[in-house]
C-alpha cells in the first residue's frame, strides 16, 4: 500500500540531485563564457550556453521574473522525478508523460500569469478610450496621451505618460508608439495604437476611440465571464485528478493486490498512463481556449 508515497521520497530526493546538476551546469556555463571571452572554441559548452541563453529569451517573452537556472532546475527535477517514477510503476510511457508534465505545467503558469497582466490592461484601456478621445478634441495626440495617462491607473497610465515622453523627446511617432505597442501586445492594445498612429496626422479621426472602447466595453463582461469559468473548470478538474491518491488508498484497503494490478497488468499500466495523460491535456486545452479570447 505504501509503494505510490514512494514517489513523494523520489520526488523529494530528485531536489539535491536536480541541485548538483544545477550547479555543475552553472560551473560548465561560467567556464564556458570565460573561455568564449578569451575565444577558445569547445563546441559542447557553447551549445549548452546557446540554449540557455535560449531559454533565458524564452522566458522574457513570457515575462517571467524567474532565472533560466531555476527554470532548468525545475525540468531537471521533472525528468529526474519521471525516470525514476517509470522505475516505480514499471512504466516507461508513464515516465515519459511525468516528465512532460514537468514541462507544460511552468508553461501553463507563465500563461495564466501573462493572461491575468493583460486582463488587467485591457480593464484600463476600456477606461482610457472614453478619456482619450476626449483629451484628442482640445489638444493634440502627444498631450492627449500624457493626459490620459495621468488619469488612469498603472500599469497602462505609466505606458501612456511614457509614450507621452518618447513622442516630446523623438518627435517620431513610428517609434515612439512601436515601444508603446511592445507593452499593449494583445488585440486591442493593438488596434489602440494603429488608430493613435493615424490620429498623430489627422485629429479628426478621434471618434474612432469612442466606438472602440464601446465596443471593448461590450466584450469586457464577456471575457471575464469566460476566464472565470475556465479557471472554475481547471480548479474543478484539478480536484477531481487528486482524488485518485484517497481513490488509491481506499482501493489498496479493500483489495490488497492494486498496487500489483497498476503495476504488473497492462490494463493498470493502461490506467495509469490514461491519468497523467488527462493531467497534461488540461492545460494544453487551455492554451487553445485563450488564445481564442483576443486578449
Not at 551546469?25 to 561560467?30: C, D, M, Q, R, T
Amino acid at each position: 500500500m505504501a509503494e505510490p508515497y514512494l514517489l513523494l521520497f523520489i520526488a523529494i530526493l530528485a531536489v539535491p540531485v536536480s541541485g548538483l546538476i544545477y550547479f555543475t551546469l552553472s560551473g560548465i556555463i561560467s567556464s564556458t563564457q570565460g573561455l568564449w571571452k578569451n575565444r577558445r572554441n569547445l563546441k559542447g559548452a557553447d551549445t549548452i550556453t546557446n540554449w540557455m541563453l535560449q531559454v533565458e529569451k524564452h522566458l522574457k517573452r513570457r515575462k517571467s521574473r524567474l532565472k533560466a537556472s531555476m527554470y532548468v532546475i525545475l525540468l531537471t527535477f521533472a525528468v529526474i522525478t519521471g525516470f525514476f517514477s517509470g522505475i516505480i510503476l514499471n512504466n516507461p510511457l508513464a515516465a515519459i508523460l511525468i516528465a512532460a508534465i514537468g514541462f507544460v505545467i511552468p508553461e501553463q503558469i507563465f500563461l495564466y500569469i501573462i493572461l491575468r497582466q493583460r486582463l488587467v490592461k485591457f480593464d484600463q484601456l476600456v477606461e482610457a478610450c472614453p478619456v482619450f478621445a476626449s483629451e484628442l478634441q482640445r489638444v493634440h495626440l502627444t498631450r492627449a496621451l500624457g493626459n490620459t495617462g495621468r488619469s488612469i491607473p498603472d500599469p497602462v497610465g505609466r505606458i501612456f505618460r511614457q509614450a507621452e515622453r518618447d513622442l516630446i523627446a523623438t518627435n517620431e511617432p513610428k517609434e515612439a508608439l512601436g515601444r508603446m505597442m511592445r507593452h499593449l501586445d494583445f488585440y486591442y492594445g493593438r488596434d489602440f495604437i494603429s488608430r493613435a498612429y493615424d490620429c498623430y496626422y489627422n485629429s479628426a479621426v478621434a471618434p474612432m476611440f469612442i466606438d472602440l472602447g464601446q465596443e471593448m466595453e461590450s466584450k469586457r463582461k464577456r471575457l471575464h465571464e469566460n476566464i472565470a469559468k475556465l479557471f472554475q473548470d481547471r480548479l474543478l478538474s484539478v480536484a477531481i485528478l487528486l482524488m485518485f491518491f484517497p481513490a488509491y488508498t481506499i482501493a489498496a484497503g479493500i483489495v490488497p493486490t492494486t498496487w500489483e494490478f497498476m503495476t504488473q497488468t497492462v490494463a493498470g499500466k493502461f490506467l495509469i498512463c490514461l491519468y497523467l495523460l488527462s493531467v497534461a491535456l488540461g492545460p494544453m486545452m487551455d492554451y487553445t481556449t485563450i488564445r481564442k479570447m483576443e486578449v
